[in-house]
């Protein structure tokens, strides 16, 4: 086959090269994939990968803003300033639980995984990008439930972990999604102790 004849590689699609990553980056964990891994699923070489993405760890960073625009729970919903926190926390657990377990292989939040990783530069995206929902639980308890807001932030921050790594390593839906209500009782039970009661 000439030259005249032979057929001219497609363009990279750098996009779709992010949707590589993250489906990568999801399964395996960011310290289990190589850069080899990524420059075959993308076929690809390394030059273009670095030209494309800067390094690792910058395209980690990007497949994970790529997840939040995906995957983000519905805060703003869930912990509406009208919503009593006794209904609001546990329906977060559930929602967070139904969706690290839903994917057969894509299980846990990436995001919240990235915090485990090795990588100090990997692991502080990861912890920078988990920032803004802890600080939206916060800002949430201490606008409804302010002398338990940082116990009740630190308790729900320890469960969605907990969660997303019971994930992780393959905990059924079912289990799963029972863990989150069996949490959320728990800490509707402690809000509802901690409501004054009223003489009769």
Same mark, same amino acid.
């Given at each position: #086959? ?6 001219? =590689? ?13 489906? $990568? ?7 289990? @994939?190589?850069? /080899? &891994?990524?420059?075959?699923? #993308? ?20 497949? #994970?803003?790529? %997840?939040?625009?995906?995957?983000? $729970? ?18 977060? $657990? *559930? ?5 690290? +377990?839903?994917?057969? @292989?894509?299980? +846990?939040?990436?995001?919240?995984? +990235? ?8 692991? =502080? ?7 803004? +929902?802890?600080?939206?639980?916060? /800002? %949430? *308890?201490?606008? @409804? ?6 116990? *009740?932030?630190?308790?729900?921050? @320890? ?13 059924? %839906? ?5 863990v989150a209500r069996t949490a959320g009782r728990f800490i509707?039970?402690? $809000?509802?102790? &901690? ?6």
């Amino acid at each position: #086959m000439n030259a005249k004849t032979r057929q001219r =590689r497609p363009a990279f699609d750098r996009e779709a090269g992010v949707a590589i990553a993250q489906a $990568l980056f999801h399964e395996r964990g960011y310290d289990a @994939v190589s850069l /080899a &891994d990524l420059t075959h699923a #993308m076929d690809i070489k390394p030059p273009s990968f670095y030209a494309a993405y800067g390094s690792k760890a910058e395209l980690f960073e990007r497949t #994970m803003l790529r %997840y939040a625009q995906e995957n983000a $729970l519905p805060l703003a919903e869930l912990l509406a300033p009208d919503r009593p926190p006794a209904e609001a926390l546990p329906a977060l $657990l *559930l929602a967070a639980a139904e969706q690290y +377990g839903r994917d057969s @292989v894509l299980r +846990g939040c990436m995001i919240t995984e +990235g915090m485990r990783a090795d990588d100090p530069a990997a692991r =502080r995206m990861a912890e920078n990008l988990a920032s803004g +929902g802890l600080q939206a639980i916060r /800002a %949430y *308890l201490d606008q @409804v439930h302010p002398q338990d807001a940082e116990s *009740l932030t630190d308790y729900v921050s @320890v469960t969605l972990r907990g969660l997303s790594a019971s994930a992780c390593n393959g905990m059924p %839906y079912e289990r799963l999604t029972q863990v989150a209500r069996t949490a959320g009782r728990f800490i509707a039970h402690e $809000l509802e102790a &901690d409501e004054p009661t009223t003489a009769s």
